[in-house]
């Protein structure tokens, strides 16, 4: 059974940096098709999709809201996914989730519906 466990929200200021994590038992990080995705929702607001990898080829993207700002990576040897986030905004305050891809679903990798599995989030808050 795949399981996803995030760590390392918190709070910040404005300009700051976290690094998320998600550990992922149950679920290959490195088998072709795979992928994972960081969503965040806001209170009010949809999930969003802010950045993805595919397993196997290291590619990676991410939303226009947060490209040149956060970074997703991840440590195969691990089985674990990261979020880099630097420049935070008070606008990327949200709740943060990784997601475990259906297998060889990359093209709809921004729907939240092809993801199987989700962590059980983590809550990043940036102030001024």
């Known amino acids: 059974q795949v399981q996803l466990v995030e760590s390392g929200g918190g709070s910040v200021q404005v300009g700051g940096s976290l690094r998320l994590s998600c550990e992922a038992s149950?679920?290959?990080?490195?088998?072709?098709?795979?992928?994972m995705g960081w969503f965040r929702q806001a209170p009010g607001k949809e999930r969003e999709g802010v950045a993805f990898?595919?397993?196997?080829?290291?590619?990676?993207e991410s939303s226009d809201s947060v490209k040149g700002r956060f970074t997703i990576v991840e440590d195969n040897s691990k089985n674990t996914l990261y979020l880099q986030m630097n420049a935070l905004k008070q606008t990327d305050t949200a709740m943060y989730y990784c997601?475990?891809?259906?297998?060889?679903?990359?093209?709809?990798?921004?729907?939240?519906?092809?993801?199987?599995?989700w962590g059980q989030g983590t809550q990043v808050t940036v102030s001024s």
């Open positions: 149950g679920y290959s990080t490195t088998a072709m098709g795979n992928f």
């Open positions: 990898i595919l397993a196997g080829s290291g590619y990676t």
């Open positions: 997601a475990a891809g259906r297998p060889w679903q990359w093209a709809s990798r921004r729907s939240p519906a092809v993801y199987h599995t």
